[in-house]
């Protein structure tokens, strides 16, 4: 069985349907420092711009991030992409 607390994790900021919001945060983030990429995504004909960072190898490590980002992105929420 896989193991689910372990894998690339990232936290997901936002999703938006214009890429120029989600290069407007990228920005933003950025110069807080941080490592934001934008993931295209497809969804019911439309294409979305999500925005994650990567935080580490443990999903407990991924909540520890999440929770410290919570005030400024309180729908933020921990993915894991292999």
């Known amino acids: 069985y896989p193991d689910f607390q372990k894998g690339k994790f990232y936290i997901q900021l936002g999703s938006f349907h214009y890429k120029k919001n989600s290069l407007k945060l990228k920005k ?6 941080m490592s934001p990429v934008i993931v295209p995504f497809r969804h019911g004909g439309h294409l979305f711009y999500r925005l994650q960072i990567s ?8 909540e520890k991030s999440r929770k410290k980002l919570a005030a400024d992105f309180p729908g933020a929420f ?3 992409r292999d």
């Open 55 to 62: 935080v580490g190898g443990t999903l407990k490590s991924a």
């Open 28 to 33: 933003r983030l950025m110069a807080r420092g």
């Open 78 to 80: 921990v993915i894991r």
